[in-house]
């Protein structure tokens, strides 16, 4: 199975796994802004697992980065088309785990866009938006966020790992590990 033949490389989402895989499906997103969008389009890749008589589905998503008026409006649209595909492929049966670079981040009360750490915006207005379109993807698709969860609500990365519980089973998490301190370069940067 392969990716959409519509951009010239494929997102660099990827899912490894030690069990199998029961069904595995790609997605583009058709919203896109700057012009690394238009080259690796953003996406989703869902990987499902049949897990103790529970259907697990885990979502690897990659989305629109920038502040421009382009990138925010392609943003809201990629969060529609991600929820649209969620709801698609994962009835309420289904437990769902869904992870990836946001490039936004829950909405920290009482901070100013300054004052996130890292800082993933370029502005107030920025910050607002992004946050209100997180903000949206959780609620649409009832998800809680997993080091929110667990360490409380001050963590201001984009790299997120949301979930909810399914009929069939319910997720609980244990901890939480900030892994992208631990992937920079060979001169101590963050690698995106």
């Known amino acids: 199975m392969g990716w959409p033949q519509r951009c010239p490389v494929n997102s660099g989402i990827t899912t490894l796994a030690y069990r199998p895989m029961s069904r595995v499906i790609p997605y583009f997103f058709r919203a896109k802004a700057e012009i690394a969008d238009r080259v ?19 979502y690897t998503t990659h989305m629109q980065a920038c502040s421009s008026p382009a990138a925010q409006g392609a943003r809201i649209r990629q969060m529609k088309e991600l929820v649209k595909f969620v709801n698609q492929h994962s009835p309420p049966s289904h437990l769902v785990i869904l992870s990836g670079d946001f490039n936004m981040g ?58 909810r519980s399914g009929t069939q089973g319910h997720l609980t998490p244990h901890r939480w590990h900030d892994l992208p301190a631990e992937f920079v370069d060979s001169q101590g940067q963050p690698l995106s």
């Open 106 to 163: 829950p909405r920290r009360d009482g901070k100013v866009w300054s004052d996130y750490k890292p800082n993933h915006y370029s502005s107030q207005n920025d910050m607002l938006q992004r946050t209100a379109v997180f903000e949206e993807l959780t609620k649409e698709l009832n998800l809680t966020d997993v080091s929110d969860q667990l360490l409380g609500p001050h963590l201001d990365h984009i790299e997120r790992v949301l979930y």
């Open 40 to 58: 690796a389009s953003k996406g989703v890749l869902l990987t499902q697992w049949l897990i103790h008589q529970s259907v697990i589905d885990v």
